[in-house]
């Protein structure tokens, strides 16, 4: 099963945005899907429960103990998205990092946010996976305003760094109001909806490989 890890030590980086929004993709795409919420606020859990009556319902497992967090996953599992604890550094997330098979860092375009990210992204680095090329980390621009200077200011940044960057997601007020109702975006089908759902694709594809 692919296992793909959603972290950040950021708050309000949209970590658990995106983590059930790759959850809800991988479901309604008819595979059989978890989510392992670590973060101990729960916001992923509740999301889950609440598209617990929908076919492309998601399985919601506790990952706040994260040592041995794997036996909890049912065998017939086929993707596994943890929502990383936030606020977490790598040492912390290390239980996840042993067999994830990508890392996702959402981060905002702020001078604040991005510079509150990099002690996160190198302590990443010191991880033995990240350093032998064995685990690959791709960063998400997350709440862009691609008309603004301050995001394409960002963008150049994060272009700069050693992490590929795999996403270019728009700031939109549609993630609030589906990810309140336990959707997602993937969930409809409008021609402005369709819009938003393109920013995906580069990331899911680069998840395939």
Same mark, same amino acid.
């Given at each position: $099963?692919?296992?793909?890890? &959603?972290?950040?030590?950021?708050?309000?980086?949209? #970590?658990?945005?995106?983590?059930?929004?790759?959850?809800?993709?991988?479901?309604?795409?008819?595979?059989?899907?978890?989510?392992?919420?670590?973060?101990? =606020?729960?916001?992923?859990?509740? /999301?889950? =429960? +609440? *598209?617990?009556?929908?076919?492309?319902?998601?399985?919601?497992?506790?990952?706040?103990?994260?040592?041995? !967090? *794997? #036996?909890?996953?049912?065998?017939?599992?086929?993707?596994?998205?943890?929502?990383?604890?936030?606020?977490? $550094?790598?040492?912390?997330?290390?239980?996840?990092?042993?067999?994830?098979?990508? @890392?996702? &860092?959402?981060? @905002?375009?702020?001078?604040?946010?991005?510079?509150?990210?990099?002690?996160?992204?190198?302590?990443?680095?010191?991880?033995?996976?990240?350093?032998?090329?064995?685990?690959?980390?791709?960063?998400?621009?997350?709440?862009? +305003?691609? /008309?603004?200077?301050?995001?394409?200011?960002?963008?150049?940044?994060?272009?700069? !760094?050693?992490?590929?960057?795999?996403?270019?997601? *728009?700031?939109?007020?549609?993630? @609030?109001?589906?990810?309140?109702?336990?959707?997602?975006?993937?969930?409809?089908?409008?021609? =402005?909806?369709?819009?938003? =759902?393109?920013? !995906?694709?580069?990331?899911?594809? /680069?998840?395939?490989?």
């Amino acid at each position: $099963m692919k296992t793909v890890l &959603v972290a950040s030590s950021k708050g309000g980086a949209g #970590k658990t945005t995106i983590a059930t929004h790759l959850a809800a993709q991988s479901a309604l795409e008819g595979l059989r899907t978890a989510l392992v919420d670590a973060d101990p =606020q729960a916001s992923s859990t509740r /999301w889950a =429960q +609440k *598209r617990a009556g929908l076919d492309s319902a998601v399985l919601a497992l506790d990952g706040t103990r994260r040592r041995g !967090w *794997r #036996k909890h996953v049912p065998e017939d599992t086929q993707r596994v998205i943890v929502d990383g604890a936030a606020g977490a $550094m790598a040492e912390e997330l290390d239980p996840f990092l042993e067999t994830v098979d990508a @890392v996702i &860092v959402p981060i @905002v375009p702020s001078t604040f946010d991005i510079e509150a990210t990099v002690p996160f992204l190198d302590s990443l680095a010191r991880h033995p996976r990240v350093r032998k090329g064995t685990l690959r980390v791709g960063l998400v621009g997350n709440k862009l +305003k691609p /008309w603004t200077n301050v995001s394409q200011q960002a963008l150049d940044l994060l272009k700069q !760094w050693p992490y590929p960057l795999v996403a270019q997601l *728009r700031d939109s007020q549609g993630y @609030v109001v589906t990810t309140a109702l336990g959707k997602s975006l993937f969930d409809y089908h409008s021609a =402005q909806v369709r819009e938003h =759902q393109a920013d !995906w694709q580069p990331l899911l594809k /680069w998840l395939k490989k």
